[in-house]
């Protein structure tokens, strides 16, 4: 069932687990409903991410329309989620769109300004009754060698404090060393700035850039006030895997749909095993 994320991601916060949110590769129907298939047959909720830079090819109302059509043919909370919306009229578009979350990341912005964008998005939001997560501390991006050119993510408690003086988004994401893609060796994340941000605030948190990362650093996230964690390369490349093995192994005779339905198959196992780390499942 089509929901907002706000009382999810509150509950998962007060109770020591996250909600996975998947990116979705711009609509694709196969990754969409395994993931709808995966929190249903694990009682978990769940949310479908979506970069604008991913419905390029199908279209941000493409996206829309696959995500109501199959999370309404589940039982269990899905949210449909605006991920690293990068500008207020990018927002203000998925709200019209139907989306029943949105990130604004104003975190290349100075403070002032973050806070100056964050709020207008609030303000926007509240009339949908659309929850908002924001961002401070730049989130890196690796090439494609997994190495880092500039890390400048690591966010100040300080920093945070201030930000939240100036505005009050529904969840925050905090730059601890994370980063999109593939880590080169072990990701340097530093909880201790989570551990910091918690003696003066218990708004949600939200970890970005979870692929890679070891299981304990994320369980640990997560007793750390983490209430959501964002996978995307991880999905991404086992879906173009598990597409390729069928399209080699498969007696599919030229049919689409089996290979997208060994696929869909093969990829509901795998995000079973985010929600069994975020902790979610039994919770919907």
Partial sequence: MLVTNKENIEHASRNGYAIPAINTQGGNYDIIWAICRAAEEMNSPIILAHYVSTGAYSGNDWFVEVSKWCANKVKVPVSIHLDHGDSYEICKEALNLGF????????????????????????????????????????????????????????????????????????????????????????????????????????????????GMSQEVIKEAISLGVSKINFGTEIRYKYVEHYSYGLEHLNHQGHSWKLSQFANDRLTEDIKDIIRLAGSDGKA
């Avoid at 973050?114 to 998005?121: D, G, H, S």
């Avoid at 989130?139 to 993510?153: F, H, I, Q, S, W």
């Fill in 100 to 211: 029943t979350s949105v990130m604004i990341d104003g975190s290349t912005r100075p403070i002032e300004e973050n806070a100056e964008i964050t709020n207008k998005v609030i303000t926007e939001a509240k009339k949908y009754g659309v929850m908002v997560e924001a961002e401070i501390g730049e989130l890196v991006r690796l090439d494609e060698d997994g190495a880092v050119t500039e890390n400048k993510n690591i966010a100040n408690p300080e920093d945070v404090r201030k930000f939240l003086s100036l505005c009050n988004p529904d969840s925050l994401a905090i730059g601890i060393g994370n980063a999109h893609g593939y880590y080169k060796g072990e990701p340097d994340i530093k909880l201790e700035v989570l551990k910091a941000v918690r003696e003066f605030t218990d708004i949600p948190l939200v970890l970005h850039g979870c692929t």
